[in-house]
């Protein structure tokens, strides 16, 4: 198991940028796949983005590809979630979750998470 951190949530405007960061402790940090989940007021947590291990594939939801980026640098074992033309529907706490192995879209597969950070976005 890691233990993860997240960080760089807050209030954006419309069309602005944020930028996430999820800290993960643990020596084996390399050897898990990532995600960014989100989780809006009276809904489910959803999918946001995925990377594998080694950072050399990605996978996103239809309605973020285009807007966030997901990226990891195992070196300093940390993953990104950079957020670009935010929408209010962006609005939810943000979780970053670790898997080992192979990526997933589907939190249930995800053994540890962050405790989330807020990002909300004015229209």
């Known amino acids: 198991q890691v233990q993860l951190v997240e960080s760089g949530g807050g209030l954006a405007q419309a069309g602005g940028s944020l930028r996430l960061s999820c800290a993960a402790s643990?020596?084996?940090?390399?050897?898990?796949?990532m995600g960014w989940f989100r989780q809006a007021p009276g809904k489910d947590r959803e999918f946001v983005a995925a990377?594998?291990?080694?950072?050399?594939?990605?996978r996103y939801a239809d309605s973020v590809k285009g807007r966030f980026t997901i990226s990891r640098d195992n070196a300093r074992n940390t993953v990104y979630l950079q957020m670009n033309s935010l929408k209010p529907e962006d609005t939810a706490v943000y979780y970053c979750?670790?898997?080992?192995?192979?990526?997933?879209?589907?939190?249930?597969?995800?053994?540890?998470w962050g405790q989330g950070t807020q990002v909300t976005v004015s229209s």
């Open positions: 979750a670790a898997k080992f192995g192979s990526w997933s879209s589907w939190p249930a597969d995800f053994g540890s």
């Open positions: 643990g020596r084996t940090f390399s050897s898990y796949a």
């Open positions: 990377i594998t291990w080694t950072g050399g594939s990605t």
